[in-house]
């Protein structure tokens, strides 16, 4: 069994409205200490809206760090104090325009274990409406795209999607995807 790394510290090296920057001390043995240093937040949602033809809706942002567009699930951050189906509900409404009357919580991951602390929840939307025109927020450049889902896996297959969230994702959401295009009996 690995060791339990007791925490000595904890101090905020930087904060911004999204995330927090931090800086822990930890004892390695009675005569020796490590630093870790991580972001932590809220935790995020990700949701897989899926349209009554059996369609997914996707996202396309451009992404700094890789500069390139990344094409992705519907995601975002939790607010202070919100619910992760308050926030799966928002953020689908802000990215694409959509709302729902039947989320399904599937499941939750952690993506970067040793670098952030955040939980990822995971959803299904269906039964969709669209209510408006999308509200991203203001950092978001967003198109929205529409695929089959085997149109959506050779994406993936291809390198086209590389986004690790997604991936982790489509990993818990395919089987109930599929379920979903079976009782609805449509295209896949």
Request: with cysteine; aromatic share 12%; hydrophobic share 35%.
């Amino acid at each position: 069994m690995p060791k339990h790394l007791k925490k000595i510290s904890e101090e905020t090296i930087h904060s911004n409205p999204w995330w927090v920057y931090k800086h822990d001390t930890y004892e390695i043995d009675e005569n020796k200490t490590g630093d870790y240093y991580y972001g932590e937040n809220n935790g995020s949602v990700l949701v897989v809206p899926i349209l009554d033809d059996g369609r997914l809706i996707l996202v396309v942002q451009h992404r700094y760090l890789r500069d390139k567009p990344s094409i992705e699930f519907v995601c975002g951050g939790i607010d202070v104090n919100e619910e992760p189906l308050k926030a799966a509900a928002r953020e689908m409404r802000e990215e694409i325009g959509y709302t729902s009357s039947e989320f399904m919580k599937i499941g939750h991951f952690d993506s970067l274990n040793g670098l952030f602390k955040d939980t990822s929840h995971i959803f299904i939307a269906n039964e969709l409406t669209q209510a408006g025109a999308p509200e991203p927020d203001e950092t978001e450049n967003l198109e929205i795209i529409y695929r089959r889902v085997d149109e959506f896996e050779n994406m993936i297959r291809s390198g086209e999607i590389w986004d690790g969230q997604t991936l982790a994702v489509w990993a818990l959401a395919r089987e109930y995807v599929y379920k979903f295009l079976a009782s609805h009996q449509t295209p896949q």
